[in-house]
């Protein structure tokens, strides 16, 4: 977890006159409006600069009595429609220090929403370089669950810190590292099935991945397990530390960013987290299959043909599609005590970002009222999500004929519908989800740096409570 002073936490004030009253200004048809709530002089000042409410515009602006109140702009409708965060947009803009949000025209629900945005604004990835962080603090404004918005992004700094760091110091040693820590925090217990004892606890696709690392660096099953009662929540990541694509190696331009191969493990952890925090009456489990998908003597090959845990052949057409064989044994050995819900997240495909992009979470799944409850969740939250099909008729097309499974079938139509179907022969025939999620930001925006990057477990978040009846 973040060290505490990088806490993405609401700032609490030490004398009231180190507080700055701030109003956030819609544009367009609203802002007279909205502007009509500043002290006078505010206002005058902010009219002769041109203020206009705009999302990204932020001022300081006199008061009477030698003091000041801040404005930031939450823009028109349109421009919403295109942002994220528009709180954070502004907020970032302001000079150091201490702001309470004094006037909004927002519902409770996105106010938090934008306070989440702002508190995600601090975060910095600074662990090789430190970087100085400008103290822009927010009060928790009233009606806003502070707790609630401090745990999400926790989760989301978490996620971001275990993608962003590069691969040498995040192998799957290191990962396990990071899921005991969390373990820790929460009072959760994590076992790990490591090396060799894969093969003994019939773990076989996860070991045939993960077995050309360095023996530092071997293949295991990590296994959070917390809670004591209510529905059984499973939640499987894919962990591969980082995929080289093995002896089908991936050219330089798509290895680059594949320490971040590891994202759906990340993105997993930062839901965990959120639940753990917040205390849900749910039996948990986290299952990561942490491997590095490594070149040497020992690599798998194409044509080679496993036996996976469920008892289900498959032959290797390509050792790049490395991520739904080490989740296929995850998912088989979760699919065993048929839990409530099965979840799966994965940096699983490049047909995935082909089809939504960076922004969006393609999810797949079997579950109506995860389904149902998803697009709401996504809005409340800031954390766009999109469903794609497990189109049945494509079946075949992972079907090779002379194993039960084809692990990249040639053409690519389809490539994230297939690897999705794929991982559905493992998970059980219950109410399964997997999101396809690529886990970075390739470019900055409010309150979302570039570089690693949540996405789908706020939407979870949102969503699992009415489905799962908490
Ligand atoms: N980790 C990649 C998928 C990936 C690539 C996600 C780029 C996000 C960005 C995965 O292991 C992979 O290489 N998949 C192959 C599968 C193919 C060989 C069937 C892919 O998508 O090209
Ligand atoms: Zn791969
Ligand atoms: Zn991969």
């Given at each position: 977890m973040s060290e505490p002073d990088n806490a993405l936490v609401f700032m609490q004030p030490t004398s009231e006159q180190d507080v700055t009253d701030l109003y956030l200004i819609a544009g367009g048809d609203d802002f007279e409006a909205a502007m009509s709530a500043l002290p006078e002089a505010a206002r005058a000042w902010a009219g002769?600069?041109?203020f206009s409410g705009a999302i990204g515009d932020a001022r300081l602006l006199p008061a009477p009595d030698g003091g000041a109140v801040a404005v930031v702009g939450y823009g028109t409708p349109s421009q919403r429609s295109r942002a994220r965060f528009t709180l954070a947009a502004g907020g970032q803009k302001l000079p150091e220090g201490c702001y309470r949000l004094v006037g909004h025209a927002l519902s409770a629900a996105a106010l938090e929403a934008e306070c989440l945005g702002w508190l995600l604004s601090g975060y910095r990835f600074d662990r090789y370089r430190k970087a100085g962080r400008k103290a822009v603090g927010l009060v928790a404004p009233d009606g806003v669950d502070a707790a609630r918005v401090e745990a999400l992004a926790a989760a989301e700094a978490l996620t971001r810190d275990l993608i962003n760091t590069p691969a040498e110091d995040m192998g799957p040693a290191d990962l396990q590292a990071a899921v005991a820590a969390l373990a820790l925090l929460h009072g959760a217990e994590m076992s790990a099935t490591v090396g060799d004892a894969l093969l003994e606890e019939n773990f076989p696709?996860?070991?045939?991945v993960g077995r050309a690392a360095s023996a530092d660096r071997a293949p295991r099953l990590l296994d959070l397990r917390w809670?004591?009662?209510?529905?059984?929540?499973?939640?499987?990541?894919?962990?591969?530390c980082f995929d080289t694509g093995g002896l089908n190696l991936k050219p330089g331009g798509s290895m680059g960013l594949m320490k971040k191969d590891m994202g759906g493990a990340a993105t997993v952890l930062g839901l965990a987290h959120m639940i753990m925090a917040q205390g849900w009456k749910v039996r948990l489990r986290v299952l990561?299959?942490?491997?590095?998908?490594?070149?040497?003597?020992?690599?798998?090959r194409p044509g080679d043909i496993f036996t996976a845990r469920n008892g289900l052949t498959v032959e290797i057409n390509n050792t790049d599609a490395e991520g739904r064989l080490v989740l296929a044994d995850a998912l088989a050995l979760a699919a065993e005590e048929t839990p409530d819900r099965i979840i799966s997240m994965a940096t699983l495909t490049g047909a995935a970002r082909v089809a939504v992009g960076p922004d969006l979470a393609p999810f797949f799944t079997d579950d109506a009222a995860l389904r149902a409850a998803l697009p709401e969740g996504a809005a409340r939250w800031a954390d766009p999500v999109w469903e794609l099909p497990f189109h049945a008729p494509y079946e075949a097309m992972i079907e090779p004929g002379i194993a039960d499974l084809d692990n990249a079938p040639k053409?690519?139509?389809?490539?994230?519908?297939?690897?999705?179907?794929?991982?559905r022969r493992f998970a059980g025939g219950g109410a399964y989800t997997h999101f396809?999620?690529?886990g970075w930001n390739p470019s900055a925006a409010p309150g979302r740096p570039k570089g690693g990057a949540g996405m789908g477990a706020r939407a979870l978040f949102a969503a699992l409570p009415e489905v799962l009846a908490l």
């Open positions: 002769r600069n041109g696709l996860i070991h045939t809670g004591g009662e209510g529905p059984r929540l499973t939640l499987v990541g894919k962990g591969v990561i299959p942490a491997v590095e998908n490594a070149v040497a003597g020992a690599s798998f053409g690519g139509f389809a490539g994230a519908i297939t690897a999705a179907l794929f991982l396809d999620v690529y």
